[in-house]
């Protein structure tokens, strides 16, 4: 489960007033309502970055829950790894470096310190990933042999109206609607990749419908899929999501990747 939506970060083109109006929805008492759903509907697992409002996961331990955290990190103003601390002390099983983390050290020269994240994040004990919109990020991963237990990389068609003209190359829209400008690159790389693959922005942001991103998702070589879900989508998508997996590890499946858990 993404916590965008819980978050407030709508990604929604020219459509200033949606962020708020996604905080406005989600008060605290939904916000608890929602997690809790999606753990009594399969959901293990949650990725918020750690900076973030995130009491509603700690009160959720305390009451019972086990949904799982999966924390968002990067350097912190002064280039440590503060936020890499906060998130072992504060309970995450996963921790990964972001995509505009990871990004920017690359475009600096400086991806040697994500493979120093990466270490410092298994010396907590925690699983230690990568995350990335630009698939350059996973490719010096891979060239550098890190020992990363996950990648999260961004995947979805481009299938939908307001995607990137051919001319737009950059590795996120421009106009904050695309995050994966060639997926046909992704899927040939990650065929490659033997590590477990965290598909996320599946749906760019909402603009693709799950029913076609889902069995995209898992078809093209995804081990898992991170969605922002409200709470009225859950029960739904859950069910989607149990269908395209049996029919996608069934003998008649078309999938070539092997799976990685």
């Known amino acids: 489960m993404g916590g965008n939506l819980i978050g407030g970060y709508s990604h929604s083109r020219d459509l200033g007033y949606v962020s708020t109006l996604m905080r406005r929805y989600n008060s605290d008492v939904k916000i608890r309502e929602t997690i809790e759903l999606a753990e009594a509907h399969g959901v293990t697992a949650i990725n918020t970055h750690v900076t973030q409002e995130n009491s509603f996961i700690f009160n959720h331990w305390k009451s019972g829950g086990k949904m799982k955290w999966i924390a968002q990190v990067h350097a912190d103003a002064a280039g440590g790894y503060s936020q890499i601390q906060r998130a072992a002390d504060e309970g995450a099983t996963g921790i990964h470096m972001n995509g505009d983390g990871a990004e920017s050290l690359l475009s600096q020269g400086k991806f040697d310190r994500v493979a120093e994240s990466v270490q410092l994040i298994k010396s907590h004990k925690r699983l230690a990933g990568v995350g990335a919109h630009d698939l350059r990020v996973i490719v010096e991963c891979e060239k550098a042999k890190l020992e990363v237990d996950f990648y999260q990389k961004t995947f979805h068609s481009l299938d939908y109206y307001s995607a990137p003209r051919p001319?737009?190359?950059?590795?996120?829209?421009?106009?904050?609607?695309?995050?994966?400008?060639?997926?046909?690159?992704?899927?040939?790389?990650?065929?490659?990749?033997?590590?477990?693959?965290?598909?996320?922005?599946?749906?760019?942001?909402?603009?693709?419908?799950?029913?076609?991103?889902?069995?995209?998702?898992?078809?093209?070589?995804?081990?898992?899929?991170?969605?922002?879900?409200?709470?009225?989508?859950?029960?739904?998508?859950?069910?989607?999501?149990?269908?395209?997996?049996?029919?996608?590890?069934?003998?008649?499946?078309?999938?070539?990747?092997?799976?990685?858990?």
């Not at 490659?192 to 998702?217: D, N």
């Not at 709470?231 to 999501?241: S, V």
């Open 167 to 261: 001319d737009e190359k950059d590795a996120k829209g421009a106009h904050d609607n695309s995050w994966c400008n060639d997926p046909k690159a992704v899927i040939d790389f990650m065929a490659t990749v033997k590590k477990p693959w965290i598909a996320f922005k599946i749906l760019a942001a909402g603009a693709i419908q799950p029913r076609a991103a889902f069995p995209y998702a898992f078809n093209s070589g995804a081990d898992f899929i991170l969605v922002g879900m409200f709470d009225w989508q859950i029960e739904e998508d859950t069910k989607l999501a149990r269908r395209v997996i049996a029919a996608v590890t069934s003998p008649e499946s078309k999938r070539t990747r092997p799976w990685y858990s």
